[in-house]
C-alpha cells in the first residue's frame, strides 16, 4: 500500500494537514534534544522530512538513518536529501519490528505517523529502546482521536468521510480508507504512554496539538 501511494504520499500530506505536518515533524525533532555530531534513527521514514529535520540537528558531523520498508518511498527520500545538499542521511530498508542495528547505536529514535502501522507495537517500541544509547531520547508524532466536542464529530468527518474523497481523487482510496481504521485501533495518547512504560521507557511525557488530533510523545532510555 505504501509502494502505491509513494508518488502522492508528500502532497496528501500536506493537503489533509493543511500544511501543517512539516511544523509537527520539527517539533519532534526538537523533543529528542539533539547535539551536533550526535547520531539519530528515523522510523518508518517515509520521504525523509523528519529525518532531514534530524540531520539540521546533527549537522555535518552527525548520521541520521531514515529506515523504512517500502523501497520506493526511500528512493524518494534519498532524491529530496540529494536535492537538499544533505549528505549525513543514509537511507535504507529496515523492518522496524527486527531492526538490523547494534544495542545501543543512537543518540535518539524518532518515528512519525508509522507507530499505528506496527503490526506489534509493544516489540517495536522494545526494538527502539534496544537501539537507543543509555540517556537517548525517543519520539513518537502519531494521530490520536479526540475525545471532546466539537473536535470529536469533526474527526469523524474528515478521517471518515473527507480524507478517503481525497484518496479516491489521489488514485488511491483504499490507501486512505486505512487512515482512519488504523488510527481507530491505535492506543489513545495515555494508553501510548502505558506501552512505552512497559517498553522501560522514563520521563515519558505528551503534547496534544492540532486541537488534541496529533500527539507528540518522548522518552528517556
Not at 6 to 14: A, C, I, L, Q, T
Not at 36 to 40: C, D, E, I, R, Y
Not at 141 to 155: C, G, K, N, V, W
Given at each position: 500500500m505504501f509502494d502505491r501511494i509513494?508518488?502522492?504520499?508528500?502532497?496528501?500530506?500536506?493537503v489533509m494537514t493543511a500544511g501543517l505536518d512539516q511544523t509537527w515533524r520539527e517539533r519532534a525533532a526538537d523533543r529528542v534534544r539533539l547535539e551536533?555530531?550526535?547520531?539519530?534513527l528515523d522510523l518508518c521514514?517515509?520521504?525523509?522530512?523528519?529525518?532531514?529535520?534530524?540531520?539540521?540537528?546533527?549537522?555535518?558531523?552527525?548520521?541520521v538513518v531514515g529506515a523504512d520498508f517500502s523501497r520506493p518511498m526511500l528512493e524518494l527520500a534519498d532524491v529530496k536529501a540529494r536535492n537538499f545538499g544533505v549528505a549525513q542521511v543514509e537511507f535504507e530498508w529496515a523492518d522496524t519490528l527486527d531492526l538490523p542495528y547494534e544495542d545501543e547505536s543512537f543518540d535518539a529514535v524518532t518515528?512519525?505517523?508509522?507507530?499505528?502501522?506496527?503490526?506489534?507495537?509493544p516489540k517495536g517500541l522494545s526494538e527502539m529502546y534496544r537501539v537507543l544509547k543509555p540517556g537517548g531520547s525517543l519520539a513518537i508524532?502519531?494521530?490520536?482521536?479526540?475525545?471532546?466536542?466539537?473536535?470529536?464529530?469533526?474527526?469523524v468527518l474528515w478521517f471518515d468521510r473527507i480524507v478517503p474523497l481525497l484518496g479516491k481523487f489521489a488514485g488511491d482510496s483504499s490507501a486512505y480508507e486505512y487512515l482512519p481504521q488504523s488510527v481507530r485501533s491505535f492506543p489513545d495518547a495515555g494508553a501510548l504512554a502505558d506501552h512505552m512504560d512497559a517498553a522501560g521507557f522514563r520521563h515519558i511525557r505528551w503534547t496534544l496539538m492540532a486541537g488534541s488530533i496529533i500527539a507528540l510523545h518522548s522518552g528517556v532510555r
Open positions: 509513494s508518488g502522492v504520499y508528500d502532497r496528501m500530506n500536506r551536533p555530531g550526535q547520531s539519530a521514514s517515509g520521504t525523509g522530512d523528519l529525518a532531514l529535520a534530524l540531520a539540521e540537528r546533527v549537522g555535518p558531523e552527525g548520521r518515528i512519525s505517523f508509522g507507530a499505528r502501522n506496527l503490526a506489534d507495537l508524532l502519531e494521530i490520536t482521536q479526540p475525545s471532546r466536542q466539537p473536535l470529536a464529530s469533526f474527526f
